[in-house]
């Protein structure tokens, strides 16, 4: 009696669980594809249509007053999803709506973000608010919640495993908390399946036939993850001290989303060219296959410190893939490594470093890059880890971070 009623426990909290999971990944599918055709729309819109760019301080305005309109809420960012899950935070609705609508903007006028940080609040603030539904408080809100991230996370990339995964990693206190993988890995199964259905294609990249693996290439392959580890420092570092310094010196949220704004218009005058405008999924693609600009990645990381900074909405880790695998091209032909190779190995490093999610990233290379190279990605994930220290994206863990009083004012505060 004790073994079958322990049985019947068990297949009812998969059935529970698995059921929430294909609910979640319901709407985080329908919401994802419909967040991806709208990014992809108006990034095509601004392709063809350059003079639009011209409008992205008018954008930063109507992102800063429809952001301030929800003042009383608190912080609406990706950081108040990450407390849904630590701390109980409550996760408002209206989040979806918002980010949203400023990532649409930022993208339609050639700010430098990805989608990735709007992915996160959409999923998490879906999944909060179907919890609350569900009357489900304490860890069952917090899976729901990480599952709901997974599940928009997966519809825009189309990487299930790693969406799964990463949501975990990323919201983990000390542990990880490996309960949420059936609902999260099922919310992020059913959110891809709906995402193809519409047409929305994972991100897939086909790399050459990589080395043996020999003693030479794992010492090229460490040393290229050991200067990727450097370039996590200063992406994170410059994305910090700009926000820290542009929030110090222009309080006034409108004033500066105008600058910042002003300021991207006229660096992409002098750059010559719209591919630090946006996500840039194009140039990632010529980096894989060999082709990059040496300079692409540092202006890469000036183009989006100062979006972020100035208040614009889409997020960081595009931006990562985009100087990971520009520099992973750059640098492995100093190396003597292919560099169709060098690329998606900084693609990976990069993201490893930047997030401090090593097993997520590992499984984005087996999904996005396949299984050709997967021990070269694993030393790179590994070494870009664990070099890159405290430096990340979503917790300044420099010994000295950003926060902000209650009056809005930024303070340095020690980690």
Known sequence: MELRGKCIKYITYVFKWASIGILIGVFGGLIGTFFHISV??????????FWLIFFLPIGGLLIAAIYKMFVSKGNIDTQRVFQSVKEDKDVPIVMIPLIFIGTVITHMLGGSAGREGAALQLGGSMGYNVAKALKQNGDSL??????????????????????????????????????????????SLVAVKISQFFGVAPIRFDIPTVYEFHLDTILKVAILAILCAGVCIIFATSIHKTEF??????????????????????LTIIAGTEDYNGAGMDVIKRAILGDAKYEAFILKIVFTAITIAAGFKGGEIVPTFFIGSTFGCMASGFLGLNKSIGAPLGFVALFAGMTKCPIAAFLLALEVFGIKGMLYFAIAVVVAYMLSGRFGLYENTNKMMLSRTNSGTPKLRKA
């Open 142 to 187: 917090k899976l729901i919640v990480t599952s709901g991230m997974s599940s928009v996370f997966s519809a825009l990339f189309g990487t299930p495993l790693a969406a799964t995964v990463f949501s975990l990693e990323v919201t983990k206190t000390r542990t990880l908390n490996f309960r949420g993988l059936l609902p999260g890995f099922v919310s």
């Open 40 to 49: 992809d729309y108006v990034t095509t819109l601004r392709e063809n249509n």
């Open 245 to 266: 310094f542009m929030t110090k010196h222009i309080p006034n949220s409108y004033i500066r989303a105008f600058f910042g704004g002003l300021l991207i218009i006229v």
